[in-house]
C-alpha cells in the first residue's frame, strides 16, 4: 500500500518563514514536518511514499533522496501548474498504479493510528475514508456529519458560524481506492472537498469518515506553528524527539552532538538542542529548541523560542514566545518579545527591542537601539517612512521593485497638477535604468509628462528642471556606499531636494493608493530633451572667470570614478585651456560602487600620482559626481574640514563681505577665517535641503559642508563636482599660488566623535534633558545641541535615519576633544536608563 504526501503548497500563510523554504521543510524540534509525516506513514508499515511537489521542490528531494536513509522508497511527481488537490494526485496516477493508496498533507502535525483508519476503511468497503478530528472552532475546515456506521451524510468546506452544524472537521488525510482516480479529470484543477467528494456523496458511493483518536494541527499559520512546539513540550503528541535525553531527573533536556551547556545555565521544562550547541554562562531557557549550531551568550534569557539553526543570541538578550530562523544574529541586549518572527540571515543590533507581533523579512537589519513596532517586510522596508535623510533608499529586487517604483512613480506624478512635465535621469546601471523606467511608468500614468535625459550625473539632471521649466525631477542610481542598494533622489521646481511637507504628501498618496489615474488619452508623453547639455554648458562656462584659468593653464589629475560626468566634463576642460590627466575616465556600471578599501586605494593613487606629474592638484569624484576629494600639488589628502577652509578662504578672499553658509557642526576655524578676511559664516542645518534652501538666499556666495560638497549660488542651488573642481582652478589660477600655501594660513583644531545607539522613543527624552541640562551655557539650537565652552565646542546630534546620536567635539588638542565627547556620551547612556 503506497502513501501520496502532499508537499507542493507554498506556504503563503506562513511568510516570512516560507520565502527560502517550502512550507513542509519548515523546522519541528529540528526536524522538518514532512520528515515526521514520513516516519509516522512508515510506522504504519506505508513505506512506499510519493512526494507530491511544486514550490521549491529541489529543497525536498534533495533532503529525502529517495528515502534510504529514512527506511524507506521516495518517488516524486511535480506539476507545471498548480491542479488542486485531487488534480495533483490524479497526475500521480502512473507512480500509484492499481492498489489502494493514503493521501496526507506534508505540513499538519499528528500522531493518528493509521493502520486503525485503513482498518475501519476495508471493514466498511468504502471507496474513500476521511480521517476526521473535532475541534473546538471548526471554521477553517471542513464540517462533517456521519450516520452511526460513520457513513458521510453532510459536509461543507469552511463554513461560516450560521453554517456549523458539527465540531468534527476533515484532517486532509484521506484513504482511497484505485478507481477513485478516474473520477478525475487530467491535467485540470480538481480538488477532494469541494470537486470528488460532492460528486461521490451525490451519487451513493461509499464515502465514509473515520473519526481518529490522537493529536491533530494543521500548521496553517505562524501562530499555529509557534503553539505546535508548545504541544509537542507539554507531550499532547507522540512524535520521536532528535537528540539524546539528558540523565536529569525531572527535565525533559535532549541535546544533540557536541553541545556544551555551561554548568550555570538553567534549562527548565523542556529543552531541545540540535548539534554543535553553546550555551552560555547563567542562560536561562526554558520550553525551547534551538537547532544546530546555535551559540547563546552570557545572561540570554529564552522563554517558548523557536530558534532554527546557525542563530547567534548575544549577551543578555531576550527572547519570548517567537520563531527566529536560520543566520540571524541577535546581539547583546536586545529583546525579541511574544508573536514576533524573524526570518533567514537577519540581524538585529544591539539593545534594540522588536515589539510583540512583528514580522521580520529576510535579510533586514533592525539598527543599534532601535524599537521596531512594525513589521519589516520584503519589498516594504518603510513602514514608518518612504523618505530617508537621502531620498528613497533600499535594496534592489527586494525594498525597491519594479511594483515600487511603479506605485511611487504614480504617487509622485498624482502630487503634480495633470499635464506637468518632470525630468527623470539616471545612471549606467542596468537596475537604475529598470527602476527609472518603472518610476516614468507610474509617472506617465497620472496624467504627467517626462523628459528623460538617460545616463545624466545628477547635477546635470537637477540643472535640467529649471531650464526646462519643468515642475520638478528625480535621478536613479545605484548607491556608492552598498552594492546591492538603489537611491531614487527627487527634486523640486527649482531642481532642490523636495521639502518633508512635500515628501510626505507623496507618501501619504502612496500609503492611501487612491492617486490619481489619467484616462486613455490623458496618459502622459515621453520625450528626449537632446540640447540639455548645451544648456549646461553655456551655464557652467559663465558662472567662471575663463580667462584666468586659460593664461594660468593649470595642471590637474582628475579620478571620473567612473561616472557619468566622464563624458560631459572634458569638453568644458577643453574650452578653459587646462592641461588634466585623466583616471576611470569612461562608464562601467560594475565600478560605480566602492568598498571602503577600494576609495582608499583610489586617494592613495591619486596621492602618487599629483606630485609625481608635479600637478597644481588632484581630484577624485564621487559617482554621482556632487562631492570632491582634492590632493594638494605635495601628494597630501585634503581632509573634509580643510577642504571647506579652503573654499570658504576663497570666498572670502574674493568677495569681500562676502557670506558662506555651513552646516552647523562645522568647524569654528571658519568663524576666525571670516573674522580675519573680513567675511561673514552662517549656519543651517545638516540635511541637504537645508543646504540648497540656503543658497537660495539673497547675498550668500558659497555654501559648503566638510564631505566635499559646494554650491555655488551664481551658477546653481546644488552640489556639482565639476563646478567644485573648475572653482579650484579659478582659485589658484588668480591667486598664483599653491594649494599648500593656504592651508598653512588654516587655524589648526582637535576633533573627535563618537556613536551613541538610543532607542527611537527616547530620543526625544533625550533631547529634553539635553536642552535642561544645558540650560546655563552658550549654546544653538538650529539642529541638534552645539555648546561652545572657551573655544571648545560640542555638537549633539540625534541621526535622522538611524537609531543613535552623534556626539562630536572641537577643542585646542586632542585630550580635551575626547574628554568633552566622553562627557556628554556618558549623560546620553545615563538618560537611557
Not at 487530467?186 to 467528494?197: A, G, H, Q, V, Y
Request: charged content about 25%; glycine content about 8%.
Amino acid at each position: 500500500m503506497k502513501a501520496v504526501i502532499m508537499a507542493g503548497g507554498f506556504g503563503t500563510r506562513m511568510r516570512p518563514l516560507t520565502i527560502n523554504l517550502p512550507k513542509p521543510m519548515i523546522p519541528m524540534v529540528n526536524r522538518p514536518i514532512m520528515e515526521i509525516i514520513v516516519e509516522l506513514l512508515k510506522k504504519h508499515k506505508l513505506t512506499e511514499q510519493i512526494g507530491v511537489v511544486f514550490f521549491q521542490p529541489e529543497v525536498i528531494t534533495e533532503y529525502f533522496h529517495d528515502g534510504t536513509k529514512f527506511g524507506i522508497q521516495m518517488q516524486y511527481k511535480g506539476a507545471e501548474s498548480d491542479l488542486g488537490t485531487a488534480g495533483s494526485v490524479k497526475n500521480c496516477q502512473s507512480l500509484i498504479g492499481k492498489e489502494r493508496f493514503v493521501v496526507i498533507s506534508g505540513d499538519v502535525l499528528t500522531d493518528f493510528d493509521l493502520s486503525a483508519a485503513i482498518a475501519f476503511h476495508e471493514k466498511n468497503k468504502a471507496k474513500a475514508t476521511m480521517i476526521l478530528t473535532r475541534v473546538e472552532n471548526p471554521l477553517a475546515f471542513g464540517v462533517v456529519i456521519t450516520d452511526k456506521a460513520g457513513k458521510i451524510e453532510r459536509f461543507l468546506e469552511k463554513p461560516t458560524w450560521g453554517e456549523v452544524f458539527s465540531d468534527t472537521v476533515n484532517t486532509g488525510i484521506y484513504i482511497l481506492e484505485p478507481e477513485v482516480l478516474d473520477m478525475i479529470p487530467e491535467k485540470t484543477d480538481f480538488d477532494f472537498s469541494k470537486n470528488l467528494f460532492p460528486t461521490m456523496l451525490k451519487e451513493g458511493m461509499p464515502l465514509y469518515g473515520y473519526i481518529a483518536d490522537g493529536y491533530w494541527a494543521d500548521i496553517g499559520n505562524l501562530d499555529q506553528y509557534r503553539l505546535a512546539h508548545q504541544d509537542i513540550f507539554a507531550g499532547k503528541v507522540e512524535i520521536g524527539m532528535p537528540g539524546a535525553r539528558a540523565n536529569k531527573i525531572g527535565k525533559e533536556i535532549w541535546t544533540g552532538e557536541n553541545c556544551h551547556i555551561d554548568p550555570s545555565a538553567k534549562l527548565t521544562g523542556t529543552v531541545v538542542l540540535g548539534n554543535n550547541c553553546n550555551i552560555g554562562k547563567n542562560v536561562r531557557i526554558t520550553n525551547s529548541v534551538l537547532g544546530d549550531g546555535c551559540q547563546v551568550e552570557e545572561g540570554a534569557v529564552l522563554t517558548n523560542a523557536t530558534i532554527w539553526r546557525n542563530v547567534s543570541i548575544g549577551a543578555e538578550a531576550e527572547v519570548r514566545e517567537c520563531v527566529i530562523s536560520t543566520g540571524t544574529d541577535i546581539q547583546e541586549k536586545a529583546s525579541i518579545f511574544e508573536g514576533v518572527i524573524i526570518s533567514d540571515n537577519c540581524t538585529i543590533g544591539k539593545e534594540a527591542v522588536i515589539k510583540a507581533g512583528v514580522k521580520v523579512w529576510p535579510n533586514k537589519v533592525v539598527e543599534d537601539g532601535a524599537q521596531l513596532s512594525t513589521s519589516l517586510i520584503w519589498g516594504d522596508k518603510w513602514a514608518r517612512s518612504i523618505f530617508g535623510q537621502h531620498g528613497v533608499t533600499g535594496m534592489a529586487g527586494i525594498d525597491i521593485t519594479p511594483e515600487f517604483a511603479a506605485k511611487l512613480g504614480a504617487a509622485y506624478g498624482a502630487s503634480l497638477p495633470k499635464g506637468s512635465t518632470v525630468v527623470t535621469a539616471r545612471d549606467i546601471h542596468k537596475t537604475s535604468r529598470m527602476i527609472n523606467r518603472a518610476l516614468i511608468s507610474g509617472i506617465l500614468s497620472s496624467g504627467v509628462n517626462v523628459h528623460d535625459l538617460q545616463e545624466m550625473p545628477i547635477s546635470v539632471a537637477r540643472y535640467a528642471v529649471p531650464k526646462l521649466t519643468d515642475a520638478g525631477g528625480l535621478h536613479a542610481r545605484k548607491s556608492p556606499f552598498d552594492k546591492q542598494y538603489i537611491d531614487i533622489k527627487f527634486f523640486d521646481g527649482q531642481g532642490l531636494a523636495l521639502s518633508s511637507a512635500k515628501e510626505k504628501g507623496i507618501e501619504n498618496l502612496f500609503y492611501r493608493e487612491d492617486f490619481r489615474r489619467a484616462t486613455m488619452e490623458e496618459t502622459g508623453e515621453l520625450g528626449f530633451p537632446h540640447r540639455m547639455l548645451e544648456f549646461y554648458h553655456e551655464g557652467f562656462l559663465e558662472a567662471l572667470d575663463k580667462k584666468s584659468i586659460n593664461d594660468y593653464k593649470p595642471k590637474v589629475v582628475i579620478d571620473y570614478a567612473f561616472s557619468a560626468a566622464a563624458p560631459i566634463f572634458p569638453m568644458l576642460l577643453g574650452k578653459l585651456g587646462c592641461e588634466v590627466v585623466a583616471l576611470n575616465a569612461y562608464m562601467d556600471e560594475t565600478k560605480l560602487t566602492k568598498t571602503p578599501e577600494e576609495f582608499h586605494a583610489a586617494l592613495k593613487q591619486l596621492s602618487d600620482i599629483v606630485p609625481t606629474l608635479r600637478a597644481n592638484f588632484g581630484v577624485l569624484f564621487d559617482a554621482g559626481a556632487e562631492k570632491i576629494f582634492v590632493v594638494d600639488e605635495k601628494g597630501h589628502l585634503l581632509e573634509g574640514r580643510e577642504l571647506l577652509s579652503l573654499f570658504s578662504l576663497y570666498t572670502f578672499r574674493t568677495h569681500k563681505g562676502s557670506k558662506v553658509v555651513v552646516p552647523i557642526h562645522s568647524s569654528q576655524v571658519l568663524d576666525e577665517l571670516a573674522k580675519t578676511n573680513g567675511g561673514h559664516i552662517g549656519r543651517s542645518r545638516t540635511n541637504y535641503y537645508s543646504l540648497m534652501e540656503a543658497a537660495t538666499q539673497k547675498g550668500v556666495s558659497l555654501v559648503g559642508e566638510p564631505d566635499g560638497g559646494f554650491i555655488f549660488p551664481t551658477f546653481a542651488p546644488f552640489m556639482d563636482a565639476m563646478m567644485s573642481t573648475a572653482k579650484l582652478m579659478e582659485f589658484i589660477a588668480r591667486e598664483g599660488q599653491p594649494i599648500s600655501h593656504f592651508l598653512e594660513q588654516i587655524p589648526k583644531k582637535a576633533q573627535h566623535s563618537q556613536k551613541v545607539p538610543c532607542s527611537w522613543e527616547l530620543k526625544g527624552t533625550i533631547m529634553r534633558h539635553l536642552i535642561e541640562d544645558t540650560a546655563n551655557e552658550k549654546r544653538e539650537l538650529v539642529d541638534g545641541v552645539k555648546i561652545s565652552r572657551n573655544g571648545s565646542s560640542v555638537m549633539i546630534l540625534p541621526d535622522a535615519d538611524a537609531a543613535l546620536f552623534h556626539v562630536s567635539a572641537e577643542a585646542e588638542s586632542e585630550k580635551s576633544a575626547k574628554d568633552l565627547v566622553a562627557s556628554f556620551v556618558d549623560k546620553i547612556k545615563k538618560w537611557q536608563s
